[in-house]
Each structure stands twice: as structure tokens, then as C-alpha cells.
């Protein structure tokens, strides 16, 4: 969408560098307004060096980059549904309220998912190293 113009109705994407652009514009500002996808990042950068560290086969990598991707996207769903909502409501409002909490239990059981399958990776193999 051509959101420049903010007279004009937004304009279909005419081409794919377009699309691209604004999608990287949503991950880049989900980044910078949402505390928690940047440690959700952070962790990432930290599950990617310790693999490295690690050696993990590819199996493992797979493991720990699906899982990682899967905490950014439910992170990015969770700001779009965030977002909607105060475009709906700014007032107090039961259903926002539950809306908004599920989507941040959407997060936490991902987050959760991630968590474990780092630890069912990691552990073993830093455990090894010093016994
Ligand atoms: N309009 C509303 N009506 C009722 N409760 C709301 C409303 N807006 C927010 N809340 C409550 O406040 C909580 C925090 O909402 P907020 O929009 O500040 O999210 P946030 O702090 O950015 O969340 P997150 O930590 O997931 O990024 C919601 O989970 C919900 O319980």
C-alpha cells in the first residue's frame, strides 16, 4: 500500500520491491516499539552464537530457527492485534481486554515452546562440556 499521500486511499503494491519494502517497514517497527521483540531478538542472536559455539547438526539448527521465528511472528501478530484494538477502543473495554490478553498468551506459549526446545538442545551439550 501507498500510504504517502494521506489524502489518497491507500494504492495496491504495483511491485514485489514495494511489498517487500513495507513488510520489512512493519518487521523494523515492531523492532523499535515493542521492548519485548527486541529481546526476543536478542535471545535469538544468543541461541544463533551458541550453536555456532556449539556445533549443532542441522537437525538442531531447524529446531532452534523455527522455534525462534515462531516467537517474532507471534510477537508481530500480537503488536498488530495491539494495535487494532486502540484503533477500535482507547476506552476500558471487557472484549479488548481479552483479546489483547490472549494474544499475549499466544506469545507466552510460543516463548514457552522456544525455552524448552533450547534447553532439550543446549543443556546436554553445555552440561558435556564441563563434566
Ligand atoms: N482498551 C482496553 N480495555 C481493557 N483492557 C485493556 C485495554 N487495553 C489494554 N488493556 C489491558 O492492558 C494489558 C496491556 O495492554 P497494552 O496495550 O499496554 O499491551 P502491552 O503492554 O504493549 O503488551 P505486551 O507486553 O504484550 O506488548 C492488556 O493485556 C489488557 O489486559
Known sequence: MDLSDKNQLPQKNRHYSDS?????????????????MRTHVLAGVIALLLGLFLSLSIAEWLWI?????LVFVMEILNTVIENLV??????YHPLAKKVKDMAAGAVLS???F??????????????????
Open 20 to 36: 517487500f519494502r513495507y513488510a520489512f517497514e512493519g518487521v523494523k517497527t515492531t523492532f523499535q516499539e515493542e521492548r519485548n
Open 65 to 69: 530457527v523455527l522455534s525462534s521465528f
Open 86 to 91: 486502540d484503533l477500535v477502543t482507547k476506552e
Open 110 to 112: 510460543t516463548t514457552i
Open 114 to 131: 522456544a525455552v524448552v526446545t533450547g534447553l532439550l538442545i543446549f543443556a546436554p551439550k553445555i552440561i558435556q562440556l564441563f563434566f
